[in-house]
């Protein structure tokens, strides 16, 4: 069993930078594949970026590269994500997520948290 939990959304002006973190309970955080998904209003749950269980690999949507970073640190039990050069489209409910396995699917990832609110003010 693993609980979630997101911080560090807030009310950012284009152009900015936000940091979240997803503080994870149970001691085997380090096993999970972590994931951010975010949802904008009157849209579908997307996937954002992914980092597998020792932080080696990471993988991102396209409209995100070069401007999120996604990080973890296991003995923390945190996921971080960092998102630089912030624009309006990037507003939406961010969720961070666990799954077992690399290359999962959004509906593999068994646990969630609660979601942090990002609104970029253009």
């Known amino acids: 069993q693993v609980q979630l939990v997101e911080s560090g959304g807030g009310l950012v002006q284009a152009g900015g930078s936000l940091r979240l973190s997803c503080a994870a309970s149970g001691r085997t955080f380090s096993r999970y594949t972590m994931g951010w998904f975010r949802q904008a209003p009157g849209k579908e749950r997307e996937f954002v970026a992914a980092?597998?269980?020792?932080?080696?690999?990471?993988s991102y949507v396209d409209s995100v590269k070069g401007r999120f970073t996604i990080s973890r640190d296991n003995a923390k039990n945190t996921v971080y994500l960092q998102m630089n050069s912030l624009s309006p489209e990037d507003t939406a409910v961010y969720y961070c997520?666990?799954?077992?396995?690399?290359?999962?699917?959004?509906?593999?990832?068994?646990?969630w948290g609660q979601g942090t609110q990002v609104t970029v003010s253009s």
């Open positions: 980092i597998n269980w020792s932080g080696v690999t990471t």
């Open positions: 997520a666990a799954a077992e396995f690399w290359r999962s699917r959004q509906a593999d990832y068994g646990y």
